[in-house]
């Protein structure tokens, strides 16, 4: 089945840094890559997604890039501010269509 | 247009005892899936209903049990609970089965003794 692999698992930096993460899959048939943003205590929300036919989307200070030939994908968070801090989870959608499967999470913080 | 919720948002059990969680999809979504969370990991698919019909199921055995109404809410339930069970039982609702977006509902907390 398909696997997810995230890194890093913890991520603090300062505020006005920029955040990367980034995760590698193993079903080169996966097209759809979402990430989530969970706060403590708080149901996962989408903050982002791509499909596999772009390499690249970005909402304001977030974007996202697909590598579909690696099989890696990339959140990238600029200007980080203090609410920025959370735990934030990629997933990739499993051949089927039928389940979202998570990396394991990584906990950003943003101190100011 | 109403969010996805679950009911309850906490529950004890203890080891054998029976569980079912509830969830309502988001208004117009005709899908519904569950996902364990246990505490410091990512959701794991439990499995996901589509219309009413089981449309795929993650790794779990089959104690774990769902329903979808047809109003589109769901049932999940778990039989002969294990200390291992406990968790965040998170439901996501999406308008359609197959790259949509998923969205969660706050979750139910389960913790057995």
């Not at chain 1, 903050?47 to 036919?53: L, T, V």
């Amino acid at each position: 089945g398909e696997n997810v692999e995230q890194h890093p698992s913890t991520l603090s930096v300062q505020e006005g840094d920029s955040a990367v993460i980034k995760c590698t899959y193993s079903d080169s048939a996966s097209n759809y890559f979402p990430w989530y943003k969970q706060e403590l205590g708080k149901r996962p929300q989408l903050i982002i997604d791509i499909r596999s036919n772009v390499g690249e989307k970005k909402d304001q200070r977030i974007a996202v890039t697909l590598n579909k030939t690696a099989k890696h994908f990339s959140l990238h968070i600029t200007e980080t501010q203090p609410e920025d801090s959370a735990v934030y989870f990629c997933a990739v959608e499993n051949q089927a269509g039928t389940a979202l499967i998570f990396g394991k999470g990584t906990t950003l913080s943003v101190s100011s | 247009e109403t969010g996805v919720t679950q009911s309850p948002t906490h529950l004890i059990k203890t080891r054998g005892q029976q569980v079912t969680l509830r969830c309502s999809s988001q208004s117009g979504h005709n899908t519904v899936s569950w996902y364990q969370q246990a505490l410091g990991q990512g959701p794991q698919f439990i499995f996901q209903y589509y219309r009413e019909e089981e449309n795929g199921r993650g790794n779990f055995p089959p104690r774990f049990s769902g329903l979808q109404f047809p109003n589109y809410s769901s049932e999940l339930n778990v039989n002969a609970l294990e200390l291992d069970d406990s968790a965040l039982y998170l439901c996501a609702s999406s308008l359609e089965a197959g790259g949509n977006e998923q969205f969660f509902g706050p979750g139910t907390r389960l913790t057995v003794l």
